[in-house]
């Protein structure tokens, strides 16, 4: 295997590889987002991208549009070719060899242990270059609920927020619109766009009333599925999430305790209604909710709080990304609500460190930062080896 050469045409066919995955961020869940392209002699001769979970794979579907002229072109896929038969669909790599193909472009590895690596090995047996790592980044983050899916068995989790320099994200009357501005504004809709479900509280929804939808303008104008953790079934039936059109489904996640007739008359407002476990009075099992998105084919979550909210997702161990805004505004105060809620440690050394924290970007004059918890290279390559087929996320859940 080769790494990554960093040439222009690897980079402008693997975005087109890219792009051609996003198609699918839809449908495919709980398989990946994947996207193919033959290229023979500078010029495309076909392509490819799956479409639903069970269907042919983006490879077999780019081979099949390029026939003959597939023999001795480059094929580029984001992700590593499966090679594995404990599935729906037929391993890529047998159809790449029988095209002719002579050299494969990929962005990442798959994360499953039954591909990991052993895809590129099976190509390099039969005597077919393989280039590893063109925009591997990207590639991670169109498919970071997949990866996250196979090697922590539960959706990926970003707990996102905006606060005041001292750690504030209202007041004490509960003002806080707007303490960021408008460029951070656009973030968070960025944001959206690019998670299969945002999450908000019963607190936040009753006193924000949020729409909770993706406003960028543009042709990729994915909706989040909208999800409500509401214990006792006191949302508003004429909330604006039930009035907003063009947004996504809107799950409510009640408690055993919550009353019948309340969630009846939501279920008629357009809810559909989850009633789950709650591990205290008043919390829903986040558990217990991360499996049920995954059932629901969501592998990628955005956590808006409100402070209740993102404490528990943090003492859950369920976040594995932060990110955070911060406006240049002091708002003080010990009656001011903080971004994070519940009670403090009592001392420093059982505080939360957070690992690799960063400044990513001015966003006007905000600042967002950020910290990850888990990503692309959370499990080594050795670790991965010794990983069994049978492991929790990777025992068929997906056809990859």
Known sequence: MSPSSGEPADLRWMQRALSLAERGRDTVAPNPMVGAVVVRDGEKVGEGFHRE???????VLALRAAGDRARGAT????LEPCCHVEKRTPPCTEAI???GIARVVVAMRDPNPRVFGRG??????QHIRVTEGPLS???FEQNRGFSSLIRQGRPFVTLKGAMSL?????TASGDSQWISGQDSLSYAHRLRRDHDAILVGISTAMKDDPRLTNRLAGTHNHQPVRVV????????PDSRLFAEEGGGPVFLVAGSRAPEKSLRLLEKSGARI??????RPGEIDLRALLSLLEKEGLLTVLVEGGSRVNASFLAAGLVDRIRVVLAPLLIGGTDAISWLGGSSPPTLSRARRLPAFSVIRRLGDDLLVGADFWGPEALPEREIASMTAGMTAGGGKSDK
Do not use: C, M, W
């Open 53 to 59: 979970a069970g269907q042919e794979h983006a490879e």
């Open 75 to 78: 094929l580029y896929v984001n």
């Open 97 to 99: 060899v029988r095209a």
């Open 120 to 125: 590129i090995e099976r190509l390099e047996a």
């Open 137 to 139: 980044s990207r590639a």
């Open 166 to 170: 001292d750690g504030k994200i209202a």
């Open 229 to 236: 953790l509401d214990s006792t079934g006191r949302l508003p």
């Open 274 to 279: 989850f009633v789950l476990p709650e591990e």
